[in-house]
């Protein structure tokens, strides 16, 4: 009788077949996404397909850290994996360990990569950034001699500040030697010692614009002593070198408006300047004038001149003074001296003597008051208002 086998002993030979095929270990598989789940868990299931058939994919949550995008359908991609049986459904499926946009997806999964190894090597670091001068004098301009590019930045830098340079560098901005050009233009301007380079093209597709997303490229901006301005494409387009760039320009018109100042507007400034200047210093001059006016009354009065003048006029008010005081004091002396002689005329013993009335003494001088101060005998002297009368005493009567 022939050999029977179980579903299990049949699906396990067939995965030990597919296990020693080698080409079946490590391929790349090309086609369009389809079916695609981002499951819960991290894995991620998807089909890929083309006009002859499909076949189904997984990427285990493990290997998600190297899928540089998020997968749609309808996308093109490559699929580097393993082809291998899945023995309890007994149907075969790429284990996918890598995917890989194909075309332009391809394209910018290298970009991603390459601005992401940029980034950790400090390129897009603000403290490497140079500050653009001001008002610069010299402008290097790295771009294709023909197209709209170089003919914006011409007129507006023109209609801008006329006075400044411009040097050329006539760059290929496409192409496969286009990024050794650019690099070239670069250094070469840098020698000339220029003020700022403008690096830039006009718009196109991402193949179009490669070559600013090229290391060498980016390594030669991040090398430049000179600030570089980037200004590639329209506003919608980024390339490696706008980060790398010390400053980015949405289009090459707004870099030369970045990199050439407005001399209308500077002069225009200057003049506001000088008004302002102007009406500061006719204050001030006002404020001094009026200082100066003040330290002149000041002087004045402080002056040697001023002093003898001010101590003279308070000497004479005080010689006046002096002599009113003087006056009034004579006048109350005088006033006192008048009342004092009415007294006196009132006590004056010659003023009794006119009167009629005498005085007498003793022979030693003494005024005799009292009977008591005499004997019979003694010599008297008597004044009267004429004279003086010599007597002796005869006879005592008490009064």
Not at 17 to 25: I, P
Not at 49 to 69: E, H, P, Y
Not at 250 to 275: F, H, K, N, W
Request: charged share 25%.
């Amino acid at each position: 009788m022939q050999n029977v086998y179980s579903v299990g002993q049949i699906n396990s030979y067939i995965r030990n077949m597919f296990m020693q095929d080698f080409l079946l270990q490590d391929l790349s598989v090309k086609g369009e996404v389809s079916n695609c789940k981002y499951h819960s868990s991290g894995h991620i299931y998807f089909t890929l397909k083309d006009g002859k058939g499909t076949i189904s994919c997984v990427m285990f949550a493990g290997n998600r850290s190297g899928l540089a995008f998020r997968m749609s359908e309808g996308m093109q991609v490559v699929v580097q994996g393993t082809i291998d049986v899945y023995e309890r459904d007994g149907k075969y499926q790429l284990y996918a360990k890598e995917i890989h946009q194909d075309g332009a997806g391809a394209l910018y999964e290298r970009f991603e990569q390459l601005k992401q190894d940029l980034l950790e090597r400090g390129m897009f670091a603000p403290e490497y950034k140079k500050t653009v001068p001001r008002f610069v004098k010299t402008v290097g301009i790295v771009t294709a001699p023909t197209g709209a590019a170089v003919r914006d930045i011409i007129n507006i830098s023109t209609r801008r500040n006329p006075y400044v340079q411009l040097i050329l560098y006539p760059a290929i901005v496409q192409g496969e030697a286009a990024a050794a050009s650019i690099v070239e233009g670069i250094q070469a301007l840098e020698k000339k010692a220029v003020d700022v380079i403008i690096v830039g093209r006009g718009g196109g597709s991402i193949e179009d614009l490669w070559a600013f997303n090229e290391e060498v490229v980016a390594q030669a901006v991040f090398d430049c002593s000179v600030p570089i301005i980037s200004a590639v494409g329209h506003e919608t387009d980024t390339t490696i070198i706008d980060y790398v760039a010390d400053l980015r320009a949405p289009t090459p018109s707004a870099a030369a408006e970045l990199a050439v100042y407005d001399i209308a507007l500077l002069l225009s400034q200057l003049e506001g300047y000088r008004m302002v200047l102007n009406r500061q210093i006719q204050g001030m001059l006002q404020l001094r004038k009026a200082q100066l006016k003040t330290l002149e009354t000041q002087l004045k009065k402080n002056s040697p001149m001023g002093k003898i003048r001010e101590k003279r006029t308070y000497a004479i008010s005080l010689e006046e003074r002096l002599n009113v005081s003087m006056k009034n004091k004579i006048m109350n002396q005088r006033h006192r001296l008048a009342i004092y002689i009415e007294k006196l005329k009132g006590l004056s013993p010659l003023d009794k003597l006119n009167q009629g009335y005498s005085f007498v003494s003793d022979k030693e001088g003494r005024t005799v008051t009292n009977i008591d101060r005499v004997n019979v005998g003694d010599p008297l002297q008597i004044f009267v208002k004429n004279g003086r009368i010599e007597a002796d005493v005869t006879a005592k009567y008490p009064g």
